[in-house]
Nanobody, 124 residues
Framework: QVQLVESGGGLVQAGGSLRLSCAAS????????MAWFRQAPGKEREFVAA????????YHAASVKGRFTISRENAKNTVYLQMNSLKLEDTANYYC?????????????????WGQGTQVTVSA
């Protein structure tokens, strides 16, 4: 069982930056693929980025590529999402997710563990 707690959300102006963190419980963090998803009001939850257990492989959605970067520190059981050049359309609740083994997927169904989310609001 893995418990995930997100932090770092908030209100930021368009063009600004935020860094989200997700702290995971357990001693086997490095064996889990970690991902970030987001969900805006009235929309389905969508994939943002994923990172393999070792951190050597990453996958970013086209909508955030070049602006967002996923990374992890296995010694701290933490995964990050650095968000730069934020746009109004990035406003959403951001969720951290985990699964065993790497798979290149954007599907929420492939992830077994979820955090409660952290709100990111981008203002004009």
């Amino acid at each position: 069982q893995v418990q995930l707690v997100e932090s770092g959300g908030g209100l930021v102006q368009a063009g600004g930056s935020l860094r989200l963190s997700c702290a995971a419980s357990g001693r086997t963090f490095r064996t889990y693929t970690m991902a970030w998803f987001r969900q805006a009001p009235g929309k389905e939850r969508e994939f943002v980025a994923a990172i393999s257990g070792s951190g050597t492989t990453t996958y970013h959605a086209a909508s955030v590529k070049g602006r967002f970067t996923i990374s992890r520190e296995n010694a701290k059981n933490t995964v990050y999402l650095q968000m730069n050049s934020l746009k109004l359309e990035d406003t959403a609740n951001y969720y951290c997710a985990a699964r065993r083994d790497w798979i290149r997927t954007r599907s929420t169904k492939e992830y077994d563990y979820w955090g409660q989310g952290t709100q990111v609001t981008v203002s004009a």
